[in-house]
């Protein structure tokens, strides 16, 4: 089976890869008509024919997506669990081209050869899997806590009487903070977790299961280590369907195979994560650019998804809708938590979703993690936390495939507009921005072409908008808080 699938993978990168030559055939045709000035008029056939090949992309990018979804179900595979960052780098940049077709820029013409050629690339190294059989394995990186931390929050508990309960998953953290032994919790006891994980499938304890499903049950149950959240995310993933073809599906996932620790749950909930259709996948892992224990607002956050292109068009209904839609349907799944009138990640579902978008989306909190930013990333959020230095920030404009950039870092007396008109002038794929810090925005925004989606803290003074952008506005969301806002335009934003 894990032949034939990677087969599957194959072709479908060569079918990904024969339709960009087919496009770049067009383009390149059209760069021949093109004396590098404005002032030679392309024939309308050459238009109307370019035309047609970049709406035949679009129709193409739900079968890209498919492709990528076949690719994560073989991620454990080491040679494909590689290859599949590559191939999301690539469908990201065909969704940017046909982004930036639509302002018909002359750059956009070299960019159809150099995605083709990537693919190529792609296509010949999946050819290499031929046969081979890798061992399955899931690597994953737990930073050390700092003690340094730890002693700056107790300063104020010194007082006689004074204590502090601390619950984590790290025995290291246990060891620094602990001034007495530590009390391992386990996992609920056999019979009870199996009574409760009837109730997060069928919705009472009492349900009256089939003896066959009972019996698959009963065999995934020692899987998910006594875990309440685990249990609450197999169990709505089997509620899907109660066919004996379906549960012995879950039961049999490769994902149960992964290497993994004593308790550890990662394997459920990735495979909870694998049955998501594609777009929640999409919508759910860009929330790893975000810190441990977020507190989300789902109107914002479906925003941000519309923004970024990830929600999918429905017929009339405003894509916002569609947005909060994809929103309860992760909640009720439970990748979300409400808490407090607020939403949180679980930190386990948070592991999770670091670990599947591990080359696309990556957080800031100290200095010394600049340097760790992968080359291709595609969100980036920097901590207000941490030593981040304003010097710091100047040497992300070398990451030209930014999407997004939250910047929670406030510099005090410092402003932002000097790095922030170096980052709009490179990085020109950027669509969701949000800053806590600055009093202008520089002219050089109206480089982004791309911008969908622009926030400012509440706690700006901000002085001025620039007028030139007003002309270039692409904005589907405009968002300033509450930002004092001396001088604004009038815009009419969607």
């Known amino acids: 089976m894990n032949v034939s699938k990677a087969i599957g993978v194959i072709n479908g990168i060569n079918e990904f890869d024969n339709f960009f030559q087919m496009v770049r055939s067009a383009v390149s045709y059209m760069r021949s008509q093109w004396n590098g000035s404005q002032e030679k008029k392309l024939q309308e056939g050459d238009v109307l024919q370019l035309q047609s090949d970049l709406r035949c992309l679009g129709e193409t990018l739900p079968a890209m997506y498919n492709l990528i979804d076949l690719a994560e179900w073989k991620s454990h595979v080491p040679c494909v669990e590689q290859l599949l960052p590559n191939l999301k780098d690539a469908v990201y940049d065909a969704e940017d081209l046909l982004d930036e077709f639509r302002y018909v820029t002359q750059g956009s013409f070299n960019k159809v050869a150099c995605i083709q050629r990537r693919l190529s690339n792609l296509s010949s190294q999946l050819e290499k899997m031929g046969s081979h059989e890798a061992t399955p394995r899931l690597d994953k990186s737990l930073r050390p806590e700092d003690g340094r931390c730890w002693r700056k929050f107790c300063a104020p508990l010194?007082?006689?009487?004074?204590?502090?309960?601390?619950?984590?998953?790290?025995?290291?953290?246990?060891?620094?903070?602990?001034?007495?032994?530590?009390?391992?919790?386990?996992?609920?006891?056999?019979?009870?977790?199996w009574h409760f994980f009837k109730l997060c499938v069928f919705g009472s304890e009492d349900y009256h299961i089939d003896p066959q499903l009972e019996l698959i049950g009963r065999s995934i149950v020692p899987k998910l280590k006594g875990s309440p959240l685990a249990a609450k995310t197999i169990g709505r993933l089997l509620r899907k369907s109660l066919k004996l073809a379906h549960w012995n599906d879950i039961l049999n996932s490769e994902m149960w195979r992964l290497r993994q620790k004593e308790n550890d749950i990662l394997p459920a909930l990735r495979l909870s994560y694998m049955y998501l259709p594609f777009h929640l996948k999409r919508c759910f892992s860009f929330c790893a650019v975000y810190p441990k224990d977020y507190n989300f607002e789902k109107a914002s956050l479906a925003e941000i998804w519309v923004a970024?292109?990830?929600?999918?068009?429905?017929?009339?209904?405003?894509?916002?809708?569609?947005?909060?839609?994809?929103?309860?349907?992760?909640?009720?799944?439970?990748?979300?938590?409400?808490?407090?009138?607020?939403?949180?990640?679980?930190?386990?579902?948070?592991?999770?979703?670091?670990?599947?978008?591990?080359?696309?989306?990556f957080i800031v909190k100290n200095a010394s993690d600049i340097?760790?930013?992968p080359q291709n990333v595609r969100h980036l959020s920097i901590l207000r936390s941490g030593d981040v230095k304003f010097s710091n920030l100047w040497s992300l404009c070398k990451h030209t495939k930014l999407r997004t950039l939250l910047c929670n870092k406030s510099l005090g007396s410092e402003t932002l507009h000097p790095v922030m008109d170096h980052w709009f002038s490179g990085l020109q794929h950027l669509r969701v921005i949000f800053c806590a810090s600055t009093?202008?925005?520089?002219?050089?925004?109206?480089?982004?072409?791309?911008?969908?989606?622009?926030?400012?803290?509440?706690?700006?003074?901000?002085?001025?908008?620039?007028?030139?952008?007003?002309?270039?506005?692409?904005?589907?969301?405009?968002?300033?808080?509450?930002a004092n806002l001396e001088d604004y335009p009038e815009v009419s934003v969607s």
């Open 308 to 361: 970024e292109g990830f929600v999918e068009p429905q017929g009339n209904i405003p894509l916002q809708h569609i947005g909060d839609q994809y929103f309860e349907d992760l909640v009720n799944l439970s990748f979300f938590q409400k808490l407090h009138g607020k939403y949180v990640i679980h930190d386990l579902m948070h592991d999770m979703a670091q670990l599947v978008s591990k080359e696309e989306c």
């Open 371 to 373: 340097e760790m930013v």
């Open 439 to 482: 009093k202008r925005l520089p002219e050089s925004i109206g480089n982004l072409k791309h911008l969908r989606y622009l926030e400012i803290s509440s706690g700006c003074h901000f002085d001025s908008f620039p007028h030139h952008y007003v002309a270039s506005i692409t904005c589907r969301f405009y968002m300033l808080g509450n």
């Open 158 to 193: 010194k007082l006689q009487g004074s204590m502090s309960l601390v619950t984590t998953r790290c025995a290291e953290v246990a060891d620094i903070v602990g001034t007495m032994d530590s009390f391992a919790l386990e996992g609920l006891n056999d019979d009870v977790f």
